[in-house]
């Protein structure tokens, strides 16, 4: 098995002259040009980046064959598209996204120790070559075996010092174990201590997403299921107080937060009750509502102006940024952003990108 200095050769090697293909690393080509949208507002020309985007990286395959990881490998990577790839930059280019941060969607929580060392460390490395390649396009989030918080530090504490990566993808829990739980506090440690992003996702949860009251049509595993992940992850971190724990963490949020910015106000409510809840409420330092003011951000995918405005006056245009959920065929363009007639200029600057200027520390605006 590689060692830590093995490895780094290995993601600089994999640069020279090389990038991910639809099959893995191909030749040198680049990306064919393409006319290259360039988002103005006030006829000064801004940045805009996409904090969700799911790639996967195809070599991954031969590291879970003959596993039981492998149906899911195979189930989550079904298309070429969404591997690394030209059609990746010409996707940017055609919508107007600058910069991509790289989020893989956790599926690897069921793998034992070594196996998800493997899993996380290969995919880390794939990843890093293709940001090397690409500086001024994409940025890395790194890839975590979170079932062992411990080895998740390390791997967090290792992309970001070494790789340069800005944080990392999680899931909204780890088969079935809520992320409250005081077992994963060396990871939250971890995070606070590098002061970078996570962005969570909703995986395969029992419960919300793997409900058996959910099955049927309109495939609400996902269309409910998700949002329902993601508003409860987020209530037992607050609930629970992992907020109050480690008062540094920055969250990021898929699918608008989920249910919970559009209902926080019960969570407030149920503060001021008497009873269990209202004790409980009272050992915390700010009111549920209150942490998407500090501690946590939400992507755009609300679909609707109206449900944008509602996300607005709840968690306010700072704690919000820019998601496509690309390369799967969600309706939400820039264009959503730009449209928003209640927005000021500066407010849309801030969504589609200014916020996650600052959260993923780019320095150098957009300019070409």
Known sequence: ?????????NVAGATAGMVVGAHGLTGAAQAPAAARRRVMLGGRRITVIDVHAHHFIPETIDIVRGTPLEAEYKGQA??????????????????????????????????????????????NE???????????????????????????????????KKLGFRGAPIGGS???????????????????????????????????TANAR??????????????????????????????????????AAAHAGGYLPSYSGRSDAACGRGGTVGQECRALKRLPSEYFRSNIWVDSMIFRENGLRHLVNEVGVDHIVYGTDWPFDWPVGIDFILKASFLSDADKEKILGGNLMKLLRVTTPATA
């Open 174 to 208: 780890v088969e079935g174990v809520e992320l409250s739980d005081r077992r994963f506090d060396p990871f939250w440690a971890k995070v606070q201590e590098l002061d970078v992003l996570l962005f969570t996702h909703p995986q395969q949860a029992p419960g919300t």
């Open 78 to 123: 079904a298309t070429k598209d969404r591997y690394l790839g030209p059609h990746w930059l010409q996707y940017m280019d055609k919508e107007g996204i600058d910069i991509m941060a790289l989020n893989m969607n956790p599926w690897w929580y069921a793998a034992d120790r070594d196996l998800a060392r493997r899993i996380c460390d290969f995919q």
């Open 214 to 251: 959910l099955q049927g049509k309109g495939a609400l595993g996902n269309t409910i299921g998700n949002p329902l992940e993601t508003t409860v992850f987020l209530s037992h971190l607050i609930f629970e107080g992992v907020f109050d724990r480690f008062p540094g963490l920055k969250i």
């Open 1 to 9: 098995m590689p060692n830590r200095r093995d490895f780094l050769k």
């Open 126 to 160: 794939r990843t890093a070559a293709w940001v090397k390649k690409y500086p001024d396009r994409f940025i890395g989030m790194a890839t975590c075996a979170l079932q062992f918080p411990d080895l998740a530090a390390e791997q967090l504490e290792f992309g970001v």
